[in-house]
């Protein structure tokens, strides 16, 4: 077992380092001067000189890629006393680190948070601006997955249960909208119809987000506003959990231990809640982990729609006025998600069914 989950770490790994180079050569090679776009139009060589010096940008692109990486990884080696040295432990990167152990020429291994650059246009650090943003986004992910699986489960096996009947034909018409219709184009006609057709029976806004300040500059958690972003973003993964619940239940109800079971005299509900749906949901789990990390990164457009104050909301931000760092921390931090859901995913599996562990 723990052969099997060191295997799963190091493949997670690979996908994040590959992830990372893609990014920073992506990145790099873009026309533009980001010294320009942090001081202005109007600033002299000389402050450009400085902030590309600080960038790295005077460097080699090889130098400059082992800069990232020394930024972005938890345990790095920096220079502690020579402010010119491209590794230098600036305390205007790095708030906070704890010392490993010394090395030679004044370098030292240091435990530290990843430093993520700083915004080109706000000059804050890529890390706060994704810690302030980053829960709105995870709440309407979290709040959406729950809906469309609770639901979709719901549906998907009284599906199963009423096979061919009008409640059936119904509900796969209903997956099939789902996962036809794209999530921004569902977003403008929930907004529309909802938050502003229909406002005054709903009292649902069209825009809003979960945190709103009132005219005394208090913030204040505002729930109504997560109700139509949610059902937007949660329509398609409730659209495939149905179909993917009943068939997958529709086959384990043919397989002989429930002929057995029904056989022996137990109860039909009996069967099909403590012996078909517990196998029946295996690759529903699958789905539904992969479905909240593609949330999580997807949700771009229906932030947008909905002025959610979100990470998706600050990527477009950030694509619209250049803000390349913003947008590699943020690729960095669906990357990581992505990574994390799916080894934990896999070691769980392990764990459940030992064949998995042997492929």
């Known amino acids: 077992m723990v052969k099997f989950i060191l295997k799963r770490l190091f493949y997670g790994f690979l996908v994040l380092l590959g992830v990372i180079v893609v990014v920073f050569l992506l990145f790099n090679v873009l026309p533009g001067d980001p010294a320009r776009l942090m001081l202005g139009q109007r600033a002299d060589q000389a402050s450009i000189d400085a902030i590309n010096r600080d960038l790295g940008r005077d460097r080699p692109l ?4 082992m800069m990232y990486l020394n930024d972005l990884s938890p345990v790095s080696i920096h220079n502690k006393s020579d402010k010119t040295h491209y590794l230098y432990l600036s305390p205007e990167k790095y708030s906070s680190w704890v010392q490993l152990c010394p ?4 370098k030292v291994v240091v435990l530290k948070f990843p430093y993520l650059r700083r915004s080109y246009i706000s000059k804050r650090k890529v890390s706060d601006i994704i810690i302030e943003t980053i829960p709105e986004t995870a709440a309407l992910a979290f709040s959406s997955i729950i809906f ?3 639901l979709g489960i719901l549906l998907g096996i009284f599906s199963a249960l009423k096979k061919n009947s009008w409640f059936d034909k ?7 909208f789902g996962m036809s219709l794209p999530s921004f184009f569902i977003g403008l006609i929930i907004a529309w119809l909802f938050g502003y057709v229909l406002r005054d029976y709903t009292g649902l806004n069209n825009v809003g987000s979960l945190f709103t300040t ?3 500059g208090d913030e204040h958690m505002t729930l109504k506003n997560i109700i139509l972003p949610t059902v937007t973003l949660g329509l398609r993964p409730l659209a495939i959990i149905i179909q993917l619940t009943r068939s997958s239940l529709l086959e384990v109800l043919s397989q002989d231990y429930i002929r057995t079971a029904t056989a022996k005299g137990l109860s039909f509900y009996k069967v099909v809640f403590k012996h078909a749906l517990k196998n029946a949901l295996n690759p529903v789990v699958t789905a539904i982990s992969g479905w909240f990390a593609g949330l999580m990164a997807g949700a771009v457009f229906v932030e947008i729609i909905f002025g959610w104050k979100g990470i998706g909301n600050e990527v477009v931000e950030a694509l619209s006025r250049n803000d390349l760092p913003v947008v590699m921390g943020a690729t960095l931090i669906f990357t990581l998600i992505f990574v994390f859901i799916n080894i934990a995913v896999d ?8 064949r998995v562990r042997v492929q």
């Open 170 to 176: 119904s509900a796969l018409v209903f997956a099939i």
């Open 214 to 216: 009132d005219d005394y």
């Open 148 to 150: 469309g699986s609770a």
């Open 103 to 106: 090395l030679p020429d004044s």
């Open 347 to 354: 070691i769980i599996y392990g764990v459940l069914d030992p």
């Open 62 to 65: 090889s130098v400059q890629f």
